[in-house]
């Protein structure tokens, strides 16, 4: 499997609500309209535990929580995708207010898709950290 790993990200908001806001997919279909066309993501569906979508060219993709730590981790599966992969959310408390993040996703890739986009991958990881580092999360 191969990992991508974002950069770290400063969050300025207290570790709990980000994981409250986080940790209850729900909270994604308010900001649906945050992410760019040019991503290629359509279709967002998401209610508390899980979110679906359709990405050109890959098709649809279902994620689902498949385990929450309080205000540290939240852990993905991938429940429906043309690759076998995991993703999860890691959080640190660093004061009262303000939360690191990072993220994490391993993907069972084959050797050419590797080299075609997995620099892609990347980027688009570090995309995804710093629009989730820049949503509101104190109430």
Do not use: C, H
Not at 61 to 87: C, D, H, W, Y
């Amino acid at each position: 499997m191969e990992e991508y790993t974002s950069d770290v990200k400063i969050i300025a908001a207290n570790d709990v609500n980000v994981f409250a806001k986080l940790s209850n997919l729900e909270n994604l279909q308010q900001y649906k309209d945050l992410i760019p066309e040019t991503s290629g993501i359509r279709d967002l569906k998401s209610d508390r535990d899980t979110v679906s979508f359709n990405i050109n060219p890959v098709g649809e993709i279902k994620l689902s929580i498949i385990e929450r730590e309080p205000n540290r981790t939240i852990k993905f599966g991938v429940m429906q995708s043309p690759i076998a992969a995991n993703f999860w959310i890691q959080l640190l408390k660093t004061n009262e207010k303000e939360t690191k993040l990072r993220l994490t996703l391993k993907a069972d890739l084959p050797f050419m898709i590797k080299v075609m986009v997995g620099s892609k991958i990347q980027d688009g990881i570090n995309r995804f950290a710093d629009l989730l580092a820049q949503l509101p999360y104190e109430p």
